[in-house]
Nanobody, 125 residues
Framework: QVQLLESGGGLVQAGGSLRLSCAAS????????LGWFRQAQGKERQFVAA????????DYLDSVKGRFTISRDNAKNTVYLQMDYLKPEDTALYFC??????????????????WGQGTAVTVSS
């Protein structure tokens, strides 16, 4: 049974930082492309960042480039999202997702096979 468990969310002031983690179990982690998505209240789920199986290829939503960094530790079965210079518009429920893929990254939510339950991020102004 595949499980993805996010952690690290919370309340932070604008300009602050948070580091999200997503621990995976029940799958061969190094065979999966991983992604982070977010969903603000009343809005659709939105791609934030993705990372290839080896970590050499990453992709970001334009509005988070230069502020967010996705990384992974295949030895720990964990993917991270370092979020710096947070803005109120970053407030959302953040989800990690996994897709078994041989190369590259995926930005479309519907292409992912497994999802976590989400961790809430609130950025106050």
């Amino acid at each position: 049974q595949v499980q993805l468990l996010e952690s690290g969310g919370g309340l932070v002031q604008a300009g602050g930082s948070l580091r999200l983690s997503c621990a995976a179990s029940g799958l061969t982690f190094s065979q999966y492309t991983l992604g982070w998505f977010r969903q603000a209240q009343g809005k659709e789920r939105q791609f934030v960042a993705a990372i290839s199986r080896t970590g050499r290829i990453t992709d970001y939503l334009d509005s988070v480039k230069g502020r967010f960094t996705i990384s992974r530790d295949n030895a720990k079965n964990t993917v991270y999202l370092q979020m710096d210079y947070l803005k109120p518009e970053d407030t959302a429920l953040y989800f990690c997702a996994a897709h078994k893929r041989s190369f590259g990254t995926i930005t479309v939510a519907g292409d992912y096979d497994y999802w976590g339950q989400g961790t809430a991020v609130t950025v106050s102004s």
